[in-house]
T-cell receptor
Framework: EAQVTQNPRYLITVTGKKLTVTCSQN?????MSWYRQDPGLGLRQIYY???????DKGDVPEGYKVSRKEKRNFPLILESPSPNQTSLYFC????????????????FGPGTRLTVL | AQTVTQSQPEMSVQEAETVTLSCTYD???????LFWYKQPPSRQMILVIR??????QNATENRFSVNFQKAAKSFSLKISDSQLGDAAMYFC????????????FGTGTRLTIIP
């Protein structure tokens, strides 16, 4: 089954304790992205990757890191989480690089609910 | 930078009736995509419908259709014959056809279906 998976789905942690949220897709997608969802703000892009070893900042990158060593994986790293990073996080992927193609639909993972105390 | 505005935080509709959710956007680009996503209580983001800006014909998907007014930068979603399963948060989103494939989302409209 074609899908984007995220782990963990729920996480409660404390300020300053490093954590990683994993994201994996099995569709051979080149493009991957992380979003955070906050009430009243919709979803906002944190980081994105156009391909392996190619990553760039989105709109709200502060406090986050990413890496793209393999095509299928795009982990989100919080080196020193703070309470303002409490949010719902989504990973998304698409084939990318095909301007005008309908198959540029982004597929979303199930979300990770993160609480930082 | 592009912005997407959904001015209706909440809407409700009687089951089997029709409801329209509003969305406006701001961009200086001429080539882009617009989307409506549904987020039910499961939190999964589900693509409902998409519209390519270069197409004049409004997109339709079964009971879902859009009214795309490019000059007015408006992209409303019409749900016909509303069903209980349509209850969800609905997000309007914009995507440029160049560079980063970032989706710029509106703040969402929570739709309630009244039995």
């Amino acid at each position: 089954e074609a899908q984007v998976t995220q782990n963990p789905r729920y996480l409660i942690t404390v300020t300053g304790k490093k954590l990683t949220v994993t994201c994996s897709q099995n569709m051979n997608h080149e493009y991957m992205s992380w979003y955070r969802q906050d009430p009243g703000l919709g979803l906002r892009q944190i980081y994105y990757s156009m391909n392996v070893e190619v990553t760039d900042k989105g709109d709200v990158p502060e406090g986050y890191k990413v890496s793209r060593k393999e095509k299928r994986n795009f982990p989100l790293i919080l080196e020193s989480p703070s309470p303002n990073q409490t949010s719902l996080y989504f990973c998304a992927s698409s084939f990318g690089g095909l301007a005008g193609s309908l198959i540029n639909e982004q597929f979303f993972g199930p979300g990770t609910r993160l609480t930082v105390l | 930078a592009q912005t997407v505005t959904q001015s209706q935080p909440e809407m409700s509709v009687q089951e089997a009736e029709t409801v329209t959710l509003s969305c406006t956007y701001d961009t200086s680009e001429s080539d882009y995509y617009l989307f409506w996503y549904k987020q039910p209580p499961s939190r999964q983001m589900i693509l409902v419908i998409r519209q390519e800006a270069y197409k004049q014909q409004n997109a339709t998907e079964n009971r879902f259709s859009v009214n795309f007014q490019k000059a007015a930068k408006s992209f409303s979603l019409k749900i016909s014959d509303s069903q209980l399963g349509d209850a969800a948060m609905y997000f309007c989103a914009y995507r440029s056809n160049f560079g980063n494939e970032k989706l710029t989302f509106g703040t969402g409209t929570r739709l309630t279906i009244i039995p």
